[in-house]
């Protein structure tokens, strides 16, 4: 592994070892991994989220597990490959918890714009969370849900923020009307790991582009409720920037997910919460980015950097 600076001799053995034995346990042992999302499997419903039938979209599975043994090739073989998701933490009420994740290496923010949850903010209280956020080098997300393409649009010109999450029927319906600001357009997920929701490449009339990301989520966001995630169906290639991973993901069982399902994001809130369920707990925080990338803590900030200025110089 020396020679890919992934997992360079710099890593701590014990997060590179982790890293190596679960992508290996998970995707080796898989029949079929995160299988593109082809077009053929679409069916065009209608756009209106009130007449729309609520159909199980027949996707790909992310993968299933087999009995076999892993071999200790086959477990170095498949950390090469790894992909090291970004990290978004979401549901962040205050200035001092959106330091918190910034800092710890959390690649996106998420600010909950929309009343009707506990972890909603207000426009005036959201300003000084975007400024920590921004300041720790993350990017600021501001969540809506019921809200219309004007409000959507208001809301994120107050704040400065470009990046909305229409994680509501209503502010979903909103996508293609939205031209100022990019999307992350939420779908949801039965436990079992079957799409209810509408995709993008659905939508009639064709949007005129695609959402930056698209985000899988369960029936209730902030359930904290985990997917089927061998039966998952990836819903890839509708976005520009790829897919996001969330629901019931926590320290503990985030390195195995990202194994079985490759996803480009992965989205936390109650799993880093406090007692309170609000306010984020500093230890969970940082042990949730490092299981998802499989880095010490003191890394993954080095990470997120290196990578947004590679990202920077290739655009120049």
Known sequence: FRSTPRYNSSFPTPHRLRLVATMAAVSFGSRHMCAPLSRQHHHRISSSPSTAPRQRHQLPP???????????????????GAKVPKVKICGVTNAADATLAAEAGADFVG???WPGTKR?????QAKPIVNAVRAGGAEPVAVFVDEDARGITASCGALGITLAQ???????????????????Y??????EG???????SQITPPPPKQPAWVLLDGLTGGSGQALDWNNLKVPTGEATNGWILAGGLNSGNVA???AICQPDVVDVSSGVAGPD???????????FISAATGLAPDECRTRRDRAKLERIASQS
Do not use: Y
């Not at 043994?69 to 073989?77: D, E, F, K, Y």
């Not at 909603?120 to 005036?124: E, F, I, Q």
């Not at 079957?194 to 993008?200: A, F």
């Open 256 to 258: 195995e997910a990202v």
């Open 194 to 200: 079957e799409i209810e929701t509408e995709l993008p």
């Open 111 to 113: 600010i909950i714009l």
């Open 277 to 287: 369920g609000i306010k984020k707990d500093p230890e969970k925080v940082r042990a």
């Open 166 to 184: 229409l994680h509501g029927a209503r502010a979903r319906q909103w996508f293609p009307h939205l031209r100022s600001v990019e999307s992350v």
């Open 120 to 124: 909603a903010v207000t426009l005036s």
């Open 62 to 80: 992310c993968g299933r597990r087999m009995t076999r043994g892993v071999s200790r090739i086959a477990m170095c073989a498949a950390a090469e």
């Open 186 to 191: 939420v779908v949801n997920s039965t436990p």
